[in-house]
Antibody, heavy 122, light 106 residues
């Protein structure tokens, strides 16, 4: 059974850097075709993909946020870390991490963590 | 960047009715399109991948079709638990999600 859980601060001040950790179990991030992605959702709004890291350390970022994002993995700890610099109130959202795989029997972000609400306010 | 648009924004239907949701891409995504369901207070759940393949454990009343730029998610007969928001997502060029369609009870 694959599970993921996000952790990090619930409140950050404008201009600060946000660091979120996704701790997972039930799969290995060294397995070919596997990745972990970050997606966020402002209150009452749509999903927005942020970043994804693959088993081979290949990294992909949303073009609109690329300059502010860094994604890394620690395979031995089963963790993926996302940092976002220069936080602004518009970055207030629930941040999700999700397992991603591309395999012969399918692909997609599945499953997702429960999400963590991050509020940006002074 | 590939932009996905979804229509309608809201679909008001009764249990037992058929729901037809549309997703359109700004350029071809081939069949690299997925659909997700999100209920209030919950994380999204994968329903469909490759435009028409149901994910593991997804009921047969959910079906997807389309390729290129135009896609459809159909729920053949709405169950009470199907009232939710549905998002499409492409992986042809990076990843993007559509703005969602809310299916609510009429």
């Amino acid at each position: 059974q694959i599970t993921l859980k996000e952790s990090g601060p619930t409140l950050v001040k404008p201009t600060q850097t946000l660091t979120l950790t996704c701790t997972f179990s039930g799969f290995s991030l060294s397995t070919s075709g596997v990745g972990v992605g970050w997606i966020r959702q402002p209150p009452g709004k749509a999903l927005e993909w942020l970043a994804l890291i693959y088993w081979n350390d290949d990294k992909r970022y949303s073009p609109s946020l690329k300059s502010r994002l860094t994604i890394t993995k620690d395979t031995s700890k089963n963790q993926v870390v996302l940092t976002m610099t220069n936080m602004d109130p518009v970055d207030t959202a629930t941040y999700y991490c999700a397992h991603f795989s591309i395999a012969a029997d399918g692909w997609g972000f599945d499953p997702w963590g429960q999400g963590t609400l991050v509020t940006v306010s002074s | 960047e590939i932009v996905l648009t979804q229509s309608p924004a809201t679909l008001s239907l009764s249990p037992g009715e058929r729901a037809t949701l549309s997703c359109r891409a700004s350029q071809s995504v081939s069949s690299y399109l997925a659909w997700y369901q999100q209920k209030p207070g919950q994380a999204p759940r994968l329903l469909i991948y490759d435009a028409s393949n149901r994910a593991t454990g997804i009921p047969a009343r959910f079906s997807g079709s389309g390729s290129g730029t135009d896609f459809t998610l159909t729920i053949s007969s709405l169950e009470p638990e199907d009232f939710a928001v549905y998002y499409c997502q492409q992986r042809s060029n990076l990843f993007t999600f559509g703005p969602g369609t809310k299916v609510d009870i009429k």
